[in-house]
């Protein structure tokens, strides 16, 4: 019988690392697990005033809710995970830009001459009722009403080797992927590397374009449900997203090329897996019917996402349809609560 357990970090309790904590709950396959998350700023970046390099402090930066062990998970297994809700818990975000930090802007790896970007923060209202985050620029009255889609950035389980990894950045454990493809009703799934995987969540965006350009999304806090469980003795190289439609694949690394390099030749093998093709003629049919969304260009590693309609491959399903199962515990959670 699953369980539905509830967590709520004290600031003390947020992590900064995957790998290297101690668990903060432990649950079983199939267990729903009810969050809070705090945005990539830990709460203190309120208003426009707030400038991060004054109000924050490094490393303290991107912090996530976890870990989690979920029992029975082993080195050679996959993890699952499946977003139920996700729903911003403030009525505002925030975002910025900051020095040397971003797509278009010199950094520490392409030292340029011209001077570094305006350190600047803008509030967003955040209308969970109207579906929409209301951008409002700093130097004119405009405002514009996005749509509200609440995802996270950071997503990820203990890397392998006694490895602790900064939260900031993305790697084969998941991580800071920041692809808007996370959002609810997905299923991600991760190869474990350590007893109990040991996940964590984190870095909630109300929005976020691709590529996330600026190097900050509309950062919230939010109160997110996931439902997990393990696959036994299924191997996952990269993580994984499959939604109802979708299949997908991530890769990270820099250069960009090497990222989607890697997405791509993850979901060919994954397609041909899945299908009983010829990885020649996965790779011809992804190659026609595939599509690659750029999740971060920003990060320490740059993240891709390879994406095929499920329609394409005779409408077949990840790991067995734990997808389905999954979201079909999901719909039974939500009607009864």
């Known amino acids: 019988m699953s369980e ?12 900064y690392t995957f790998g290297g904590r ?9 267990d ?39 029992e029975g998970a082993e080195p050679g297994d996959t993890l699952a995970v499946h977003f139920v809700e996700i729903m911003p818990a403030r009525d505002w975000a925030v975002s910025s ?45 405009l405002t514009v009403e996005l749509p509200l889609d609440p995802m996270h950035g950071t997503v990820g389980v203990a890397p392998g080797a006694f490895e602790a990894r900064v939260t900031l950045v993305p790697d084969v454990h998941g991580g800071n992927m920041d ?19 040991l996940f964590a969540i984190g870095d909630g965006h109300a929005r976020q374009g691709h590529g996330e350009v600026t190097g900050v999304a509309v950062e919230a806090a939010m109160r997110t449900t996931v439902v997990v469980d393990v ?54 049919l992804l190659g026609q019917a595939g599509e690659a969304a750029v999740a971060n260009v920003c990060d320490p590693n740059y993240t891709m996402v390879a994406k095929v309609a499920k329609s394409y491959l005779g409408g ?8 389905a199962n999954l979201r079909a515990a999901a719909g039974q959670y939500l009607a009864r609560r």
């Open 179 to 197: 692809t808007p493809e996370l959002r609810a009703g997905v299923t991600v799934y991760f190869g474990v590397h350590v007893s109990g995987a």
């Open 4 to 15: 539905v357990h509830r967590f709520e970090p004290s600031r003390a309790q947020l992590a």
């Open 316 to 323: 077949s399903a990840g790991y067995g349809g734990v997808h």
């Open 32 to 70: 729903i697990i009810e969050m809070s998350t705090e945005d990539c700023f830990g709460g203190v970046v309120r208003g426009v005033d707030d400038l991060p390099s004054v109000v924050c402090e490094f490393p303290y930066l991107n912090p996530v809710t976890g870990p989690f062990h979920v």
């Open 231 to 284: 696959i036994k003795g299924a191997s996952t190289p990269w993580p994984r997203l499959e939604s109802d439609t979708v299949l997908m694949s991530t890769g990270s690394a820099r250069p960009l090329e090497d990222a989607y390099r890697i997405s791509q030749h993850d979901l060919v093998l994954w397609t041909a897996e899945l299908t009983g093709l010829d990885e020649l003629d996965a790779y011809q």
């Open 97 to 141: 830009t900051f020095p040397h930090f971003g797509a278009l802007t010199s950094t520490h790896a392409t030292a340029t001459l011209q001077p570094p970007l305006e350190e600047r923060v803008w509030r967003y209202d955040v209308d969970v009722a109207a579906g929409v985050v209301r951008y409002h620029a700093r130097r004119s009255d």
């Open 22 to 30: 101690e668990p903060v709950l432990r649950v079983r396959p199939g």
